[in-house]
Structures are given as structure tokens and as C-alpha cells.
């Protein structure tokens, strides 16, 4: 399918929740690592993260954002028909986060709930799934969940965060325009390997060792090829943007502002320069949110365009890339909708 439109669905609006404790890179890590801290840190361009407490999970915040976004609606309960969430850290392995949600927000049973595992690129495909839905005339008003708890003390690059967005029906709503694409070969340059069925947890993946660094890991810790990560994301990205731009017939000036998932400085300025984007167009969150996984592009949306969009009519392009391998983009157009700053929980 890869290139799509999607007609009648309007973008209502957006609420993003992040934990409240802060991690400085280089004020929280060991005296002993701080020198090479400080060459990664330049090198990624993130100084501060987000990071949940143990007995908080990312749906505790997606729903501290549903309740806000709910209430700059003034939308009604039973009005929700369905509710996805894309995350890859569920409640539970079974049943689905979406499905206990549904039940702690108090919505229908009739509403349609149901999980979807993807990380960096999810936004753009949870768009598209529940923006199908929308489109093909059964659902009216539907709710959309992205985020993850992916953030530790040790690794510099992630934070948590939950978001959501409100789509609905609306005869007279702009098209939406999508390109998604996924390539399974490259599945092991990120990768959680230890956990599922392939490959259930075990006594060994609770013995720690030494990397080349000296730093202790623990065999079941994220798989991070950061090289095969730059190579995808800058080699598949740019041409991606190109194409769907192409497929709307819009030139790069008719977009308001270009939205990236916020990998890494090094990555997302690559490809801001072979797009030849202005920097102004281009908002970035990486220096003091830090990586979000999925919800890196609705955080963005509210950490720096929620007092812009929520005024006039603007065309964004936005754009996830990562995990699977996967990589999907968006054009839209936002008129009306509300956004809500930032909330902490």
C-alpha cells in the first residue's frame, strides 16, 4: 500500500504527559564517566530525560492525558467508539493495555479497544488504523494512546512519556496523506530479544557482565545497533518525505512545519540538511525530553507548537522511524483543535 489518503477524519487534538522526575545526562551519571558523557551528550544533543517511577507505567500518564484532552473537548464518555494504543510497554503481556484503559476511563463497552506493538514510527500507523476506521464511516469519535516507559538511569537516550489524540468524523475534514513501509530485515538493530516466546526469560538473563566499556549490561537489555539505526534512518527518511510530498502534489514551502520522531541530534539534523529544511521549521525536543519512542512527535506538537496550533490552520508533515525496521510520514492539516501545555505526572 505504502501511499494512501484518508478523507473525513479531523485532527481534534492533542495532550501529552510526562513524568515529573528529571535526569541530567552529565549532572547524574558517575564522576568516573562523566568525560565521555559529555562527547556523547554533544553527539545526541539530549541533557535532560523523563523517567517514571517503579510503580508507574505509561498508561498511567496516557491516561492523565486522555482525562485532560477529554475535558478541553468537552467530549462525553459514551461518545468514544474506539480507542487504540500503540506502545511497546504494556501493562500486562495479557490482556491489552487498551482494553484496561477502556475500563479505567469509564468508556462504553461498545467502544472498540485493542493494542498495537510498535515504538518510533507508531504515530503515523496509529493515524492511519484509527483514521481507517474513521474514514470508512463507522466510528464517529475515536481516541489514540502512543507513548512508552522506556527510560533507565543508565542508558542517556530515552524518556518516558504518554500522549493522546482525538480524531473524528467530519465530512468537510481535509484529506489526510500517508506512506508507510516496513523492512523485518533489519529487526535486530533494535531489538528486546529476551521475554517472548522465542526467547522466554531464564536464570541467565539474570546474571549481569562487563561490556567493552567496562559498564555492567544484562543479556535481555535492549539491542541498540546505533550505526545500522543511522544508516536506516537517514538513507530511508529523506526519500520517504520526498515521495509523499510528490504524492500530494505540495511543494516543501505549502508544509507549516516538518515533525520528526526525536531519535538523535545526529540523525534528525542529517536529516533536516538533506531535505534542505530550515531549522525554524524543523521543532526539536531532544535537549531536554530526550528520545519518546513513539510519542516523540505529539510531545513535540505540544512542547513547541501547542500555543501555534491551537490558532489558524497549519499543514504539518510528521515523521516516525525505528523499530521493526519501520518508517512512516503524515501530511495534515490541523484547523480548530485543542492543545493543552504539557502536563506532568
Known sequence: ????????????????????????????????????????VR????????????????????????????????WQREEIDALIVVTQSPDYLTPATAIIVQD???????????????????????????GSMISAGGVKKALLLVGDKCANVKDPLFSDAGTATALEFDASAPPMYFDLNSDGSGQRAIMLPAGGHREPYSIRHAIPSRDEHG??????????????????????????????????????????YFVFHQANRMINETIRKKLQLPP???????????????????????????????????????????????WGSVVLDIEGARFPAMLEA
Open 1 to 40: 500500500m505504502a501511499l494512501s489518503t484518508l478523507h473525513h477524519v479531523r485532527f481534534a487534538g492533542i495532550a501529552s504527559c510526562v513524568p515529573h522526575r528529571v535526569l541530567d545526562n552529565l549532572r547524574d551519571c558517575p564522576p568516573s564517566q562523566r568525560s565521555e558523557r559529555e562527547r556523547l
Open 104 to 130: 479505567r476511563l469509564g468508556l462504553a463497552h461498545s467502544t472498540i479497544a485493542f493494542d498495537v506493538n510498535l515504538g518510533c514510527s507508531g504515530y503515523p500507523f496509529g493515524l492511519h488504523l484509527l
Open 215 to 256: 559498564n555492567t549490561v544484562m543479556p535481555g537489555d535492549l539491542i541498540l545497533d546505533g550505526p545500522a539505526v543511522l544508516s536506516f534512518s537517514t538513507q530511508r527518511v529523506p526519500p520517504a518525505v520526498q515521495r509523499l510530498l510528490e504524492y500530494t502534489g505540495l511543494e516543501k514551502d505549502a508544509i507549516d
Open 43 to 74: 553527539n545526541i544533543g539530549i541533557q535532560t530525560r523523563r523517567i517514571c517511577p517503579e510503580w508507574q507505567t505509561f498508561s498511567d500518564l496516557a491516561c492523565v492525558a486522555t482525562e485532560k484532552l477529554l475535558e478541553e473537548l468537552q
Open 280 to 326: 525554524e521549521k524543523v521543532p526539536s525536543t531532544l535537549h531536554d525530553l530526550g528520545n519518546t519512542s513513539g510519542a516523540s512527535l505529539p510531545i513535540t506538537m505540544t512542547a513547541r507548537l501547542h500555543d501555534t496550533l491551537a490558532q489558524g490552520r497549519h499543514k504539518l508533515l510528521l515523521s516516525g522511524f525505528g523499530i521493526g525496521l519501520s
